[in-house]
C-alpha cells in the first residue's frame, strides 16, 4: 500500500516531442493518497490508460519522475513496482485451472505453498468460483474470466496498488453491478490503492472516493462525485458529467451579474472585469427552475419536453442559448409565457473553459438591473 | 407434422464437382489399384494376381529399407524444423520496419522451385567446387556426399532445413502476432519468467498453428521427391533413396507395375493415416 506521487510526469508516443499537441499527457503534479479508490475518468483518448500504463511500470514516462511513499519509481519494472493490474480484456492462461491461474502471481513470487492454497481458496469464495476450481479457465464465460483476472490481482494482499483498465467493459450489465459491489467491499476490506479508469461516469461516480476527470492529456479536476456535480472546475466536467450536461451559456460580466444574449442573470458572487477572453456562464439542468406567472424570471421559449422516467428534461431557449432545464416530477409547466430562475449559488463563470473565482461571494442577491 | 419436401435437384448441382473428383482423383486412383491385383507381360493382357503384389512389397527388405529412411528423415526434419522454426519466429521482431524485411527474407526459400532448389545445393555441397562442400573440407571434415552415406544426408536434412523452416516459421510467427499485447502486460503484472510466458502464453496461443505446419511438414517431406532425387539420386547407393524415389524406380526404371502399384497404395493408405489422426487430434483440441 502506497501514496503515489506524480512529478512533472508527461508522457508522448513520439521520440521527440515538439509541440503541446504531440503530448498524450502533458505534464501534471499529483498526490493520490495511500488506501484511496479513485476512478481515472475521461473519453477515449485522454490519457487515461497512458496515465494507468505509466504508473504500473508497462510505459516509460518521457518525462518526470514517479514515486511511491517517496520512493523514486520511474525507471522500475512492474514486479518491482509490485503493482496489480486488470486489463480491459479478461486475460488468462487458456491451459492453466481457475485455481492454477490465481496461484500463478504467488507461485512467480515464491510465496510458499501453505500461504498460497489458503489465498487461493479464499479468493475462490470471494469470487463465487470455488466450483469451478479445477476446470480449464479456457472454457468459462467472459465475466468469470474477468473474476479470475481480477482475482489475479487481489490474491496479491501486499501490492502498493491495485489498477484497473475498464475492466468492466466486456461484462454484462447485471453482472457490472455485482462485481463493482464485489470490488468496493474488497477495497473496504483490504484498503489498497485502488485506481480505476472508465469512461463511464456512472461506474466512477459509484465506485471512487475521488474521481479524476482527464482531458486531451490532462487532469482537469480531482474531487468527490459532489464536488464535480456541483463545482465543476472546467468546463468539459460540466458537460462529461450529469445526465444532461452541465449549460453552458456565452455571457459577458457585469459583476455581481451576468448578461446572457441581452438578458441578466443574477451571480452569487462578485467577479472582476475580464477582456480579451471567452466568458461563459455554466449552470446544471438540476438548477434551473421554471417559474410562475408572477414571479420573475428569464424568458425563454420551449422546443420540446422528454420524459425521461423520473423527471423530464425541457429543451428550452434563452435568446439565441439552447438550455437544458430539468422539471421534477408532479410541476406542471404553464401553457404560455415560460419563464425560469437560475439558482445562484449554482452558477459558475467560465474563462477559457477553467472556472472563474469570484472576488466575493454574495448573500442574498439583489434584483437584476 | 408437415412432410418434408423431397427434392432431388441438389443431386445436379453436386455432378460437377463429382465428375472433377472422379477424372482427376477416384478414375486414376483405381487404376493404380486395377494394377495392383494384376500382371501383365504385354500391352493390354492382364493376368489377376490377388494380394500377391501387396505380399511381397510387405516382405520385401528394399521396400522395408526406404520406409524405414523415410520415417527417419521424417522424424529428423520434423525435430530440426518445429522447434527452430518457433525459435525464430520467436526471435523476429513484432514491429517496426525489419517486419517486413524479415518476413521477405523468410518467404524467399519457399518461392524457389524444388528442383532448382535440388540442384542449387548440388552444387553447392560438392566438394571440389561448391562453397559448402569445398569450406567443410578446408576447415578439415572430410566430406564427400556422392561417396558418403553421411554426408549425403547431412546435406539432404540441411537443405530441407533450409528450404522449409520458413514455413513453420511464418505459421508461427502468425500465430505469435495474434496475441494481444495486454497478455504480455497481465504477465509481466504476474512477475512471469520469460519461459513462464513462453509456456503458458505464446505456446498455448501458437498450439493450433503448429499443428497445422505439423501436418504441412510431415506430408510434404513423408512425399518428399525432387529435391533428394535432383541433389544425390538416392544415392549414394541407396542410402538417400526415399519411398517415393523407390517408387518410381520400380515403376519407370523397372517397369514393375504391380509392385510399384502396390507400394503406391500402401504409400496412400500411410499418409491417410496420419492425416486422419492429425485431423482427430485437431478436432479433439477444438472441443475442449
Known sequence: MAQIKLDQLAHSYYPHPKKQQDYALKAMDYLWDDGQAYALLGPSGCGKTTLLNIISGLLKPSQGRILFDGEDMTMRTPEERNIAQVFQFPVIYDTMTVAQNLEFPLVNRGVDRAEINKRVTEMLETLELSSKANLRAQGLTADEKQKISLGRGLVRYDVNAILFDEPLTVIDPHMKWQLRTKLKELHQRFGHTMIYVTHDQTEALTFADKVVVMYEGQVVQIGTPEELFERPDHTFVGYFIGSPGMNILPCELRGYYAVVDGHPVVLGADYQQISGARVELGIRPEFVRFVGAHEQGLPVTIDTVNDVGRHRIAKVRLGRYPLDVIVPEGQEIAATDHRVVFDSNKTGIYVNDHRLQPERLRTGAGAPV | ?288
Not at chain 2, 514455413?167 to 513462464?196: E, M, T
Open chain 2, 1 to 288: 407434422m408437415t412432410v418434408k419436401p423431397v427434392n432431388q435437384k441438389a443431386w445436379l448441382l453436386v455432378l460437377p464437382v463429382l465428375l472433377i473428383v472422379a477424372l482427376n482423383a477416384i478414375i486414376p486412383l483405381m487404376t493404380v489399384v486395377n494394377y495392383s491385383l494384376q500382371d501383365t507381360f504385354s500391352p493390354g493382357v492382364f493376368f489377376y494376381e490377388g494380394t500377391k503384389w501387396y505380399q511381397d512389397v510387405l516382405s520385401s527388405p528394399r521396400f522395408h529399407g526406404a520406409l524405414g529412411r523415410q520415417f527417419l528423415f521424417t522424424g529428423i526434419i520434423l525435430l530440426i524444423e518445429i522447434p527452430l522454426g518457433v525459435a525464430v519466429a520467436l526471435a523476429m521482431p513484432r514491429k517496426g520496419p525489419w517486419v517486413s524485411v524479415c518476413l521477405v527474407l523468410m518467404a524467399l526459400p519457399l518461392l524457389i522451385p524444388w528442383n532448382v532448389v535440388g540442384a542449387m545445393w548440388n552444387i553447392f555441397a560438392l566438394p571440389d567446387i561448391g562453397l559448402l562442400g569445398y569450406g567443410l573440407n578446408w576447415l578439415g571434415f572430410d566430406y564427400n556426399y556422392t561417396q558418403q552415406p553421411f554426408a549425403a544426408w547431412f546435406t539432404v536434412v540441411l537443405m530441407d532445413v533450409w528450404h522449409w523452416t520458413s514455413l513453420v516459421v511464418l505459421l508461427a510467427y502468425a500465430g505469435l502476432s495474434s496475441i494481444p499485447d495486454a497478455y504480455y502486460q497481465a504477465a509481466k503484472i504476474d512477475g512471469a519468467s520469460s519461459f513462464a510466458v513462453f509456456r503458458f502464453i505464446q505456446l498455448p496461443k501458437m498450439k493450433r498453428v503448429l499443428i497445422i505446419a505439423l501436418l504441412l511438414r510431415f506430408m510434404d517431406s513423408f512425399m518428399i521427391y525432387t529435391e533428394p532425387f535432383v541433389l544425390t539420386g538416392g544415392g549414394p547407393g541407396n542410402s538417400t533413396t526415399f519411398l517415393s524415389i523407390d517408387l518410381v524406380k520400380a515403376a519407370i526404371g523397372e517397369f514393375n507395375l504391380g509392385i510399384a502399384a502396390a507400394m503406391s497404395i500402401l504409400y496412400f493408405l500411410m499418409t491417410l493415416l496420419v492425416c486422419w489422426v492429425f485431423y482427430t487430434a485437431m478436432m479433439r483440441g477444438d472441443e475442449s
